[in-house]
């Protein structure tokens, strides 16, 4: 894993990026020699897999429109 000072990191974002998604090699970015974030390629597929992954997982309970409360429980309303 390569390791980059978050100072070279913002000045080579772009390119850093795509060296990641072409080598597969992630980069781990330091702020005075911590960690700070790891950036990784994505896995093997179309990018947009994750997306609707839940779709029709889903339940509705009760009616998404009716008031929470009566309007009688709000006194600024009464």
Same mark, same amino acid.
């Given at each position: 894993?390569?390791?980059?000072?978050?100072?070279k990191f913002k000045a080579t974002c772009l390119s850093v990026l795509d060296?990641? *998604?072409?080598? !597969?090699?992630?980069?781990?970015?330091?702020? @005075?020699?911590? &960690?700070? =974030?790891?950036i990784l390629p994505l896995p093997p597929g179309p990018a947009g897999d994750?997306?609707? *992954?839940?779709? !029709?997982?889903?339940?509705?309970?009760?009616? @998404?429109?009716? &008031?929470? =409360?009566?309007?009688?429980?709000?006194?600024?309303?009464?």
């Amino acid at each position: 894993m390569i390791e980059m000072q978050i100072s070279k990191f913002k000045a080579t974002c772009l390119s850093v990026l795509d060296r990641v *998604a072409k080598t !597969g090699e992630p980069v781990l970015v330091t702020r @005075l020699g911590k &960690p700070l =974030a790891r950036i990784l390629p994505l896995p093997p597929g179309p990018a947009g897999d994750w997306l609707g *992954a839940m779709k !029709g997982s889903g339940e509705i309970h009760g009616d @998404l429109i009716a &008031p929470a =409360a009566e309007s009688s429980d709000w006194e600024v309303l009464g």
